[in-house]
């Protein structure tokens, strides 16, 4: 038999290498940064178009190349960054591999400008998948730039499996976060479609995290400081009642690399334990230094993986630092619930007689009367009736008309009729039986039915109702808006304003109404009728995030995605107590709905138990 095996020519083992260096254009803006700082930058600009698809181009002020390297950079395991295998063990630098610049080069469109300090002129390389089209000599200052053009213009697979532009900057604005919060002596710059998106100064860790995310930021971070044998910890955490929806802010590096680890991630999480609600994720910004001997970060291409040498000792210590940072800055009550309290018994107390303490008891005292101000009791359907007792109908602009419809309980026998469907047997019987409701535990409420009784779920009967609501607001336009008196000024980072301004539209079409979005400030001057005024900022803060995690722009999700942020975070949640017209009125309109039975979530709504069920337990 002839032999059949060959050694892959250069640019086809490239290509195959470059499908594990490069996925994306995040990929190689991940790449050219690393190679830009451990060119030892000072300064680093980013300029992308068309989400990195069209051009991808980084500068630097670094040390530069000779022309002879700046050849030989493009060969596969060309690297200036080690030179022996013992070198791995002690690796001070963000590239090793010496593969990425040969990768990117076998499926891109490249060309370098690259000169050394004390050198007369620059080189000048263009080179198209793998093959070197012109080297010349150029006048430059000090430093390297790379441009990449028409990322995987020859794999079409892989240029066509690429997301939209939107997604792909959302990929490459993630990237930069990480490299930039990991380099705070480093200035940086980025620039998309030819607008600034940051200007980041040299600075130190706090400010480079209020830089990037926003003034807000900063009130949010509670420091965390360890210095052990074993490992330096340092940066910030977010206090716990900062937790958000999505696990956006959450930032773990080690020796100044973003990386990930699941593990260790639990140990950050669980020190918040009993202090964030379940499905909430505490942000954080921390900074690991271990001896570079003693982790291995050579496991994967990408590099964002980290093998350590006692990841049990780093978890405990991990996570007793970070409680001890939520301790120390009185984010948690100072009380310690597990000790004895009689071992804390004043001596002077100990022998003397209990006296029971006297409570006055107003027992007339009805919270939920209409007196009541706060919004922090039922929401949604109590917040109403103060709206209207307080006359604030007046500040509705325009259809008035339609906000009595919607909201007024005398409308419960008037949609009671309309909507008897497949629960309700017979109009009369069914306005009757509405009337008659009670609420469970404060979860459930329970009102009979010809056949039976029914046992709805409150949340998820609400959050069905307000869904409806804001789909059809948002699908026919009319929105209900309740003017500010002051217009509130919420700041946001400028990421978030990015999607602000994508979904401003629908947001309009829901109620809110806007007044300017630039630099890190969005004016609100109206909110839907529901949305009190001091929820504002969480609401909005929920919507970026949630449509951060989607793909925002298809208009179908959009709307979706909305409807669903705005009706879990103001619907009437589990725990929370309802008066009798509010239990009648959430049942009827949830009847009125088109989809009563599942939640927006796809979870069921109510129960029925038929009197033949009863029966059949009392046998
Ligand atoms: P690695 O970073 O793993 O060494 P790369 O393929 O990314 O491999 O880069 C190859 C070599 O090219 C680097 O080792 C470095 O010497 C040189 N190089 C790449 N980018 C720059 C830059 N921006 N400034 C100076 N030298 C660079
Ligand atoms: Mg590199």
Redesign the pocket.
């Known amino acids: 038999m002839a032999d059949i095996i060959k050694l892959l020519p250069d640019h086809v083992a490239n290509q195959i290498a470059a499908g594990e260096v490069v996925q994306r254009p995040a990929s190689v803006i991940k ?1 050219l940064l690393e ?2 700082i ?2 030892s930058s000072t300064s680093i600009k980013l300029i992308i178009k068309d989400g990195g698809k069209a051009l991808i181009q980084v500068v ?1 002020d ?4 000779s022309a002879t ?1 700046a050849r030989l ?1 493009f060969e596969r395991h ?4 080690i030179q022996t295998a013992e070198d791995l063990f002690n690796l001070n630098t963000k ?8 990768s990117i080069a076998a499926i891109a469109h490249v060309e370098m400008q ?1 000169k050394p300090e004390g050198i007369e002129v620059g080189t000048h390389i263009k080179i198209e998948g793998s093959k070197i089209l012109s080297q010349e000599v150029i006048a430059m200052p000090k430093g ?1 730039s ?1 441009a990449v053009k028409n990322l995987f213009f020859n794999i079409p697979a892989r240029r066509n499996f690429l997301k939209s532009n939107q997604v792909e900057l959302r990929h490459i604005t993630d990237e930069f976060h990480r490299v930039a919060l990991a380099h705070p002596a480093i200035a940086f710059h980025f620039y998309n479609n030819g607008s600034e998106v940051f200007n980041l100064p040299k600075s130190n860790y706090r400010q480079r995290i209020v830089n990037i995310f926003g003034a807000k930021a900063n009130q949010k971070l509670v420091p965390v400081d360890e210095d052990t044998q074993v490992v330096k910890i340092t940066g910030f955490i977010n206090k716990p009642e900062f937790a958000k929806k999505s696990r956006g802010e959450q930032f773990f590096f080690v020796n100044n690399r973003f990386v990930k680890s699941p593990y260790l991630h639990h140990a950050i999480i669980s020190a918040f334990e009993g202090l964030i609600k379940s499905g909430s994720y505490p942000g954080y910004f921390l900074y690991l230094e271990v001896d570079p001997g003693s982790i291995d970060i050579n496991i994967h291409p990408t590099k964002t993986e980290v093998k350590f040498d006692d990841e049990h000792t780093l978890y405990a210590i991990l996570r007793s630092t970070i409680k001890h940072s939520l301790g120390q800055f009185n984010v948690v009550p100072a009380i310690d619930f597990d000790q004895d309290q009689n071992l804390e018994t004043p001596y002077a107390y100990r022998d003397k007689d209990m006296v029971l303490p006297k409570v006055t008891v107003d027992a007339g005292f009805n919270p939920f009367q209409e007196k009541t101000q706060n919004h922090s009791g039922v929401q949604g359907y109590r917040r109403d009736i103060n709206a209207k007792s307080q006359g604030w109908e007046s500040m509705y602009i325009g259809l008035e008309s339609e906000v009595g419809k919607d909201d007024e309980f005398s409308s419960v026998r008037f949609e009671s009729d309309v909507i008897t469907g497949s629960i309700f047997e017979g109009n009369q019987d069914n306005i009757e039986s509405a009337s008659t409701t009670f609420q469970l535990r404060r979860k459930y409420i329970v009102t009979t039915i010809k056949s039976g009784m029914v046992v709805i779920d409150q949340s998820r009967a609400h959050q069905r109702v307000l869904y409806e609501k804001f789909l059809k607001n948002i699908t026919i336009k009319e929105a209900v808006s309740q003017q500010l008196l002051f217009p509130l000024s919420l700041s946001f980072s400028k990421t978030d304003i990015v999607v602000l301004k994508e979904i401003k539209e629908s947001l309009t079409t829901i109620g809110f109404i806007f007044g300017t979005m630039d630099g890190e400030t969005v004016q609100v001057t109206g909110v839907p009728p529901l949305v009190a005024e001091s929820e504002v900022s969480m609401i909005l803060d929920q919507l970026v995030s949630d449509c951060q995690m989607e793909v925002v722009g298809d208009n179908f999700s959009q709307t979706d995605i909305l409807s669903k942020t705005l009706c879990k975070t103001l619907s009437v949640k589990t725990g929370e107590i309802l008066d009798n017209a509010s239990q009648i009125a959430l049942v009827n309109d949830l009847f009125a709905c088109k989809e009563s039975m599942v939640s927006p979530f796809n979870k069921p709504v109510y129960i029925t138990i038929t009197e033949n069920d009863i029966d059949k337990k009392f046998i």
Do not use: I, W, Y
């Open positions: 790449e190679n830009s451990d060119a630097d670094g040390v530069g190349m390297d950079s060309a690297t200036s960054k590239g090793f591999r010496g593969e990425a610049l040969a690259t390297t790379m």
